[in-house]
Nanobody, 124 residues
């Protein structure tokens, strides 16, 4: 299973961006998809995560009310709508997915994968 992110870029403070992350490969089921970010010199932190089956998303306190995570199960894609961006939101944003994939000989196995990241830069 592979994840490909898109949508990063440079935006002024107060602006908006929408990130996308699409999963491909032998996906049987995705249980949860989430967005994390890592700023230069800082540890990776959870931004938002959304479970399968219509479960309630969870957000970090720093983005509540400004970011919205959503997913399209038919497309195995998760989105992150980011509004009212601040300079402190500048980071590499990485997508994560966990679930079940089809392995060889018809068997199944769990997976946990990361995307390559997409850079978001918010200028003041």
């Amino acid at each position: 299973v592979q994840l490909v992110e898109s949508g990063g870029g440079v935006v002024q403070a107060g602006g908006s961006l929408r990130l996308s992350c699409a999963a491909s490969g032998s996906v049987l089921r995705i249980d949860a998809m989430g967005w994390y970010r890592q700023a230069l010199g800082k540890q990776r932190e959870l931004v938002a995560i959304i479970p399968s089956g219509g479960g309630r998303p969870n957000y970090s306190d720093s983005v509540k009310g400004r970011f919205t995570i959503s997913r399209d199960n038919a497309k195995n894609t998760v989105y992150l709508q980011m509004n009212s961006l601040k300079p402190e939101d500048t980071a590499d944003y990485l997508c994560n997915a966990v679930g079940i994939e089809i392995a060889t000989a018809g068997s199944h196995r769990t997976f946990g994968v990361w995307g390559q990241g997409t850079l978001v830069t918010v200028s003041s």
